[in-house]
């Protein structure tokens, strides 16, 4: 069966930056576009970016020049790399896939000043 496990998260300084890590099995990963959500507390989860199977990118705007989505396709992963971190990016980051409702457990990042 599908599953997505992520990893990475961790509390991080103000400015600072961290590496999330997804790694998917169950399906033939490098079909399938991928993406990262996040919910922070006592709001709604939202799309953060997506990495298309062809490796082209989207982001959601304020995460645009400081997230970095990539795959490695051969180590079935995805990855969100993120500097010059807010507050405001203080949640649980979930990894899923485009199609279908798959979605990992969740890793939280918490940005403290």
């Known amino acids: 069966q599908v599953q997505l496990v992520e990893s990475g998260g961790g509390l991080v300084q103000t400015g600072g930056s961290v590496r999330l890590s997804c790694t998917a099995s169950?399906?033939?990963?490098?079909?399938?576009?991928m993406e990262w959500y996040r919910q922070a507390p006592g709001k709604e989860r939202e799309f953060v970016a997506r990495v298309a199977w062809g490796g082209s990118t989207m982001y959601q705007d304020s995460v645009k020049g400081r997230f970095t989505i990539s795959r490695d396709n051969a180590k079935n992963a995805v990855y969100l790399q993120m500097t010059a971190l807010k507050s405001d990016d203080t949640a649980i980051y979930y990894c899923k896939r485009f199609k279908g409702d798959y979605w990992g457990q969740g890793t939280q990042v918490t940005v403290s000043s």
């Open positions: 169950g399906f033939r990963f490098s079909l399938y576009d």
